[in-house]
């Protein structure tokens, strides 16, 4: 089992759709949760964090967070094909290290 | 203020030689983290610095090294170099070690022929 799981994509969503994007991770003891964006050929660029349970809004973009659940996610309001990248979950442990994880990512397409 | 900042960009050499990056972090970063990322093996953990410390190590052999300086920059080397270590290098700062976002430098692309 990986430590952090994406579904690979790619979403393919219309232009002014909700685009939903996905996280679990393994390891309880994490505490910190990222979402980055990398567009082709670039590096990643944070857009979000969150540290406790529930929903966290900036813009456009929310991050949700259970803990219980381990499970973290990052919701897109009125997509635009500007939006079209790929997004990478992040997570902070402390178990066996402290160091963040990131999982596969998840590609974005955004049709307009 | 300045983001994090690789050097080179591009780099080009062949099996067997030895390169060095550097990474200068976001003024007032400690924690200096590297990546590599390949389009098969996504976002790979190589190691993190923290006021000169090695605090982490990813499963990359010992060919792969890094060092942290007084002024948090950041240097990464490997040795012997192998066709497989052809990536995008990233280095990520944030401000210390303990759970808080890492920001991206722009990386540094090695080719290796």
């Known amino acids: 089992q990986k430590e952090v799981e994406q579904n690979s994509g790619p979403l393919s969503v219309p232009e002014g759709a909700i685009a939903s994007l996905n996280c679990t991770y393994s390891?309880?003891?994490?505490?910190?949760f990222f979402w980055y964006r990398q567009y082709s050929g670039k590096s990643p660029e944070l857009i979000m964090s969150?540290?406790?349970?529930g929903d966290k809004e900036d813009g456009r973009f929310t991050a949700q967070l259970n803990k219980a659940s381990q499970y973290v996610s990052l919701l897109i309001r009125d997509s635009q094909p500007s939006d079209s990248a790929t997004y990478l979950c992040?997570?902070?442990?402390?178990?066996?290290?402290?160091?963040?994880?990131f999982g596969a990512g998840t590609r974005l397409f955004v049709k307009a | 203020k300045a983001g994090v900042t690789q050097t080179p960009r591009y780099l080009i050499k062949t099996r067997g030689q030895q390169v060095t990056l550097s990474c200068s972090p976001i003024?007032?970063?400690?924690?200096v983290s590297w990546y590599q990322q390949t389009p098969g093996q996504g976002l790979q953990f190589l190691f993190e610095?923290?006021?000169?410390?090695?605090?982490n190590k990813g499963n990359f052999p010992g060919r792969f090294s890094g060092r942290q300086f007084s002024n948090s920059r950041s240097e990464m080397n490997v040795s012997t170099l192998e066709l497989g270590d052809s990536a995008l290098y990233l280095c990520?700062?944030?401000?210390?070690?303990?759970?808080?976002?890492?920001?991206f430098g722009d990386g540094t692309r090695l080719s290796i022929l």
């Open positions: 990520a700062s944030s401000p210390d070690s303990v759970g808080q976002p890492q920001h």
């Open positions: 390891d309880r003891g994490s505490q910190s």
């Open positions: 969150i540290y406790s349970n």
């Open positions: 992040a997570v902070y442990r402390l178990t066996g290290g402290f160091k963040t994880i």
């Open positions: 003024s007032g970063h400690r924690s």
């Open positions: 610095y923290f006021s000169e410390t090695q605090r």
